[in-house]
């Protein structure tokens, strides 16, 4: 049977980026949830809440 190759030496990344790619990713998760809850309020404000709640119902009764 074939064995599996092994490195003596593991592989690292020594590259300037290395480990900014899970800050990115959380900073941008944290932005799009920011500018949902901004979105939100702004419809709410603008639009009112009876109107609000009644398109959320609309929403949940249409999915359900």
């Not at 300037?16 to 809850?37: D, H, I, M, N, Q």
């Not at 939100?40 to 398109?55: I, N, R």
Request: charged residues 5%.
């Amino acid at each position: 049977m074939a064995q599996p190759l092994q490195s003596a030496h593991p592989v690292s990344d020594n590259s300037p980026t290395a480990g900014r790619t899970p800050s990115v990713l959380l900073f941008a998760g944290a932005g799009l949830g920011g500018l949902a809850v901004l979105a939100t309020l702004a419809l709410w404000f603008h639009y009112g809440t009876q109107v609000f709640f009644e398109v959320i119902r609309a929403g949940l009764s249409a999915c359900f």
